[in-house]
């Protein structure tokens, strides 16, 4: 089967009710990112970046995956998907999908400050709160890649995309590295799929554009990607 690998953002989930970010009246015109999505942020006010995101877990239990992310899910009959999302949503997951990277962490999972590398489950219904701590007396907080820090899953990444035969970019504005350079990593000749609804400007012109909600855009995908199984 052929290799096709897929790089999702805050439009994948928009048509699931989550929010995007840079859109108007997207997450950022509401929130400060230094604030919120910052180590400094969490040193200055740990409990208000504890609570930005227990609000959006538990946002996320009200939500269900949309037809692209089923879509998505479906074309593993054909081909070998992978995903590789900079969404911290788990509707990839939940729509079936099987091979699943996380670039910016999961919202459902905690690490000890400090430790990126050790990770724990926050049980649904369960808020992270100040004083949560790991059996060795850790202060827990919410598992996401903050603004400066490193994306330890950026590595993997690069090496799904480099050995895709297909690569198809759904719902980012492209504006957030060191994502937005993985397109840089696609081969010449391996067909690009960039699926939006708004003009998306990248450095390439080998992109096949399809204008579109990322439900609709995933269909029309789909009739397209017949003739490369
Ligand atoms: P953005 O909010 O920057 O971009 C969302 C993109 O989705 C835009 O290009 C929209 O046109 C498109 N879009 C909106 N609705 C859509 C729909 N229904 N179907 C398809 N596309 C749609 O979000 P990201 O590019 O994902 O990181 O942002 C990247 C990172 O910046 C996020 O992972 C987050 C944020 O700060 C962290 O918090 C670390």
Known sequence: MKKLVVLTGAGMSAESGI?????????????????VATPEGFEANP????????????????????????????????????????NVDNLHERASSTNVLHLH????KACPVGDPYTVYDIPPGKDLQLGDTDPQGRQLRPFIVWFGEAVPMIEPAIRQIADADIFVI??????????????????????IFLIDPQEVHTCRTDIHFIRALASEGVRQLTRLLKEYR
């Open 19 to 35: 929010s995007t970010f840079r859109d108007s009246g997207g997450l950022w015109e509401k929130y400060k990112v230094e604030e």
């Open 47 to 86: 409990g208000l970046v504890l609570d930005f995101y227990n609000q959006r877990r538990k946002q996320l239990y009200t939500c269900q995956p949309n037809e692209g992310h089923l879509g998505l899910a479906a074309l593993e009959k054909d081909f070998e998907v992978y995903i590789i999302t900079q």
């Open 105 to 108: 962490g999961e919202l459902t």
């Open 170 to 191: 759904i719902g980012t504005s492209l504006n957030v590295y060191p994502a937005a350079g993985l397109l840089g990593y696609a081969r010449r000749g391996q067909p």
